[in-house]
């Protein structure tokens, strides 16, 4: 009796132990994944319209970098995951306008990696790719640009910067985004197409052969066979034919073996999710079992 109140008592604390794992596991990472500064994904087209562009591409803004600071332009990003280009609409708020006498001074750029484009670059259809958005001689509403820049998180490190017209004595304010380096995080889907190979079957049948007797006539047909089996993973190929294994698949109809299951296949193929969640069914189906066997020896 002591051996197994001592067995329930274990096994409720592996149990909560195994909640609270998964808990510290899962919200982190769901955490992350609602605040990470990704753009839109979607191509888009350097024209110097924003008509393709739509307010679910909003990303951030611009404030001037002279006191008080006012926010004075919207960006709005987009990435085509297909060809690996960063997309950038900037447009003015509603009584602003860009300067575009400095067209050097409208740019984006990566931390102290250089400018990825620039009013410079130019519009020939071939990425980098710049244009002004409702130009009128020197002043514009805004610019659109497109860079290389492949997938992955980038900490503090986007900048876009332009100048707009003021009445100071240089005649010009500078803005920037706010913060002046922002984080940005490019996602894009793994390609997990995966080429099946088949394997032919063929079926020869021979011709029957009749043969006669006094007192009976008998027919006997032959049949050959060629099948291919299935070979261990770690089998030599054979004649061209690739020999594959799929082990065979049992649901597992316990909780808690099956918490521990999703939480396995998490670590293997790096779900944190998976993990977290595979913990919290497999503790929380531990904890109940626990309590229901100690009302069953009450």
């Known amino acids: 009796m002591q051996v197994r109140s001592a067995t329930k008592r274990v096994r409720a604390v592996a149990g909560w132990a195994a909640l609270a794992v998964g808990l510290a596991i899962m919200l982190p990472a769901l955490a992350g994944a609602a605040t990470a500064p990704e753009p839109t994904y979607a191509a ?89 958005v409702g130009q009128t001689g020197d002043s514009a509403n805004g610019f659109e640009a497109s860079a290389l820049l492949a997938p992955g998180s980038y900490p503090a490190s986007l900048r876009i910067h332009a100048k707009m017209p003021d009445d100071s004595a240089d005649g010009y304010e500078t803005i920037d985004l706010q913060p002046r380096y922002n984080d940005l995080v490019i996602v894009c889907p793994v390609d997990t197409t995966t080429t099946s190979t088949s394997t032919s079957t063929t079926e020869t049948t021979a011709p029957p052969t009749v043969t006669s007797t006094s007192t009976s006539t008998s027919t006997s047909t032959s049949t050959s066979t060629t099948t291919s089996t299935t ?28 918490g521990a299951e999703l939480a396995r296949t998490g670590s293997q193929t790096g779900g944190l999710s998976a993990v977290g969640f595979g913990l919290m069914i497999s503790g929380l189906a531990l904890v109940l079992r626990s309590r229901t066997l100690r009302r069953e020896h009450a």
């Open 44 to 132: 888009a087209t350097v024209d110097g319209s924003a008509a393709d562009w739509v307010p679910g591409d909003a990303w951030g803004t611009m404030a001037s970098n002279d006191p008080p600071h006012r926010v004075v332009a919207a960006v709005s990003l987009r990435y085509d995951c297909g060809t690996g280009t960063l997309f950038a609409l900037v447009t003015a708020s509603p009584g602003e306008i860009f300067q575009t006498i400095d067209a050097e001074e409208a740019y984006l750029r990566l931390g102290s990696s250089g400018k990825l484009v620039s009013g410079l670059s130019g519009n020939n259809g071939t990425t980098p790719d710049f244009s002004w």
């Open 231 to 258: 070979a261990p993973p770690d089998s030599p190929q054979v004649e061209g034919i690739v020999k594959t294994s799929i082990p065979p698949t049992t649901p597992a109809t316990d909780p808690a073996v099956a």
